[in-house]
């Protein structure tokens, strides 16, 4: 796909060379241009078609609609590419789920566990700071044309962070009949089977600074440095973080109210409150 995108620009400036040189005329090099934008339209377009067929056949094998989005992406591009517009892709999607008033991946019956409140006042300061640089741009820059291309990085930063936001607030943990589901806005997806749980406590610990991070056996996943639940597992599970998988005999996560999670996991997984 990379060599795809220069194909084009590639072809004239060689033909400028090869017409300027004289070894090519105008008519020849016109029609060698229309030529390889033609094939390279028709191998987008079989890429498009690719990519379609994936992710037909992965929803039809019960896959979510943006896991399926992201099979068909990272069959047409390149992973790093595949993974930036995927991600994009979730962000804009999580803006029109909290206009919606709607959350993601909430089945009916399942519970949810928001985890965002800690979160808000950084969003709501970036999201002022963001709007401050737009006005200062426009007033101190005196470029139309710089003016232009800075409102446009302005603006895109501006839909980033409030996608990153919004995803806190519409995608939370998930406790189903099946699943613990945790979630850190579109960065981190896992699933912790219920059967594997053998206890849930209410316990504030340390977490490091990072979104999802495996340290000691325990899958950690942290807001403001912290968690407020633990849950002990049965034996060693392994668990699919995406990219990886990590073996861990407990798992860590922040919630917006330590108790009415623990409460809602141990419904779910038929276990006693140990007090």
Do not use: C, K
Not at 16 to 39: M, N, P, Y
Request: aromatic share 4%.
């Amino acid at each position: 796909m990379r060599a795809l995108r220069w194909a084009g620009p590639a072809v004239l400036l060689v033909e400028v060379v090869l017409v300027a040189a004289g070894v090519l005329s105008l008519g020849s090099a016109a029609l060698l241009f229309l030529l390889v934008e033609g094939l390279v339209a028709l191998t987008v377009a079989g890429q498009l078609v690719a990519a379609r067929r994936r992710y037909r056949q992965a929803r039809t094998a019960g896959t979510e609609a943006e896991a399926a989005l992201g099979d068909a992406l990272r069959a047409v591009l390149p992973g790093p590419v595949a993974a930036a517009v995927h991600h994009e892709l979730r962000l804009w999607a999580s803006l029109v789920l909290l206009v919606r008033r709607r959350r993601h991946g909430v089945p009916p019956g399942a519970v949810a566990i928001p985890y965002d409140r800690d979160l808000r006042p950084l969003a709501v300061a970036f999201l002022g700071l963001t709007v401050v640089e737009l006005a200062v741009v426009e007033l101190a820059v005196p470029w139309v044309a710089l003016r232009w291309v800075l409102l446009v990085v302005g603006v895109w930063t501006l839909l980033f962070v409030a996608g990153m936001a919004a995803a806190n607030v519409v995608r939370p943990h998930v406790v189903t009949a099946e699943v613990l589901r945790l979630r850190a806005a579109t960065f981190a997806d896992v699933r912790v089977p219920l059967d594997r749980v053998a206890s849930v406590s209410v316990r504030r610990r340390p977490a490091p600074d990072r979104t999802i991070s495996v340290a000691d056996d325990e899958l950690v996943l942290g807001v403001s440095g912290s968690t407020g639940v633990e849950v002990r597992l049965t034996g060693p599970t392994t668990i699919d973080l995406g990219r990886r998988s990590a073996t861990v005999t407990a798992v860590r996560f922040a919630a917006d109210d330590p108790p009415a999670a623990a409460r809602a996991l141990r419904a779910a997984a038929d276990l006693r409150d140990p007090r």
